[in-house]
């Protein structure tokens, strides 16, 4: 079963950045399966934030396009989504999975952005 843990969450303010990073216990997954950022914000369902191909085609949510950044380093097992320009509404647990997903998810990272 694959693994992932998201980390590099926290407390930042409007307009603030911050990059969160995904590592995987399977790496082949990144050669084989679109990957994908997700965010959760209680009472809601699982939102798709954006997505990276095995060839490194990227797309996103039109909620952050153009502000957020979706990478991979195969080398290292590791994902991560840079965000800049954080909005409230960019409040939510982060996580990272295949797209579609395993069904298996990580812990995920807490967002938040408030003043």
């Known amino acids: 079963q694959v693994q992932f843990v998201e980390s590099g969450g926290g407390l930042v303010q409007p307009g603030g950045s911050l990059r969160l990073s995904c590592w995987t216990s399977?790496?082949?997954?990144?050669?084989?399966?679109?990957m994908a950022w997700y965010r959760q914000t209680p009472g809601k369902q699982r939102e798709l934030v954006a997505t990276?191909?095995?060839?490194?085609?990227?797309n996103y949510a039109d909620s952050v396009k153009g502000r957020f950044t979706i990478s991979s380093d195969k080398n290292k097992n590791t994902m991560y989504l840079q965000m800049n320009n954080l909005k409230p509404e960019d409040t939510a647990v982060y996580y990272c999975n295949t797209n579609p997903s395993t069904g298996y998810w990580g812990q995920g990272t807490q967002v938040t952005v408030s003043s």
């Open positions: 399977r790496g082949f997954v990144f050669s084989i399966s679109t």
């Open positions: 990276i191909t095995s060839g490194g085609s990227t």
